[in-house]
């Protein structure tokens, strides 16, 4: 069974910067479409960005591309989000979650438990 764990939220001016990290408890992830959702209250799940080491893939949502970076460590089997240029409207909670045997993130197979990511003044 695949473990996610993730770090790395807070709270954060406009305009400022947060790394997230998510750690996997495999020994590849070779195979595996990995990436990052968020949700804020009151609205519907959003996939942020897609990678697969295998395929040599990555995807963005419209809304964050050109400011978030999605990147992968496959000695450590972490996979990282790099948020530049937060806005206010980023603000959520974000989950890493990843689904075997795909290039895709769909959001199948496994999830982490959530970090908040806040952008206020």
């Known amino acids: 069974q695949l473990q996610l764990v993730e770090a790395g939220g807070g709270l954060v001016q406009p305009g400022g910067s947060l790394r997230l990290s998510c750690a996997a408890s495999?020994?590849?992830?070779?195979?595996?479409?990995i990436g990052w959702f968020r949700q804020a209250p009151g609205k519907e799940r959003e996939r942020v960005a897609c990678i697969s080491s295998t395929f040599g893939t990555t995807n963005y949502a419209d809304s964050v591309k050109g400011r978030f970076t999605i990147s992968i460590n496959n000695a450590k089997n972490t996979v990282y989000l790099q948020m530049d240029s937060l806005k206010p409207e980023d603000t959520a909670v974000y989950y890493c979650a990843a689904d075997h045997g795909t290039a895709w993130c769909w959001g199948r197979d496994y999830w982490g438990q959530g970090t908040q990511v806040t952008v206020s003044s």
């Open positions: 495999v020994s590849t992830l070779d195979y595996y479409g």
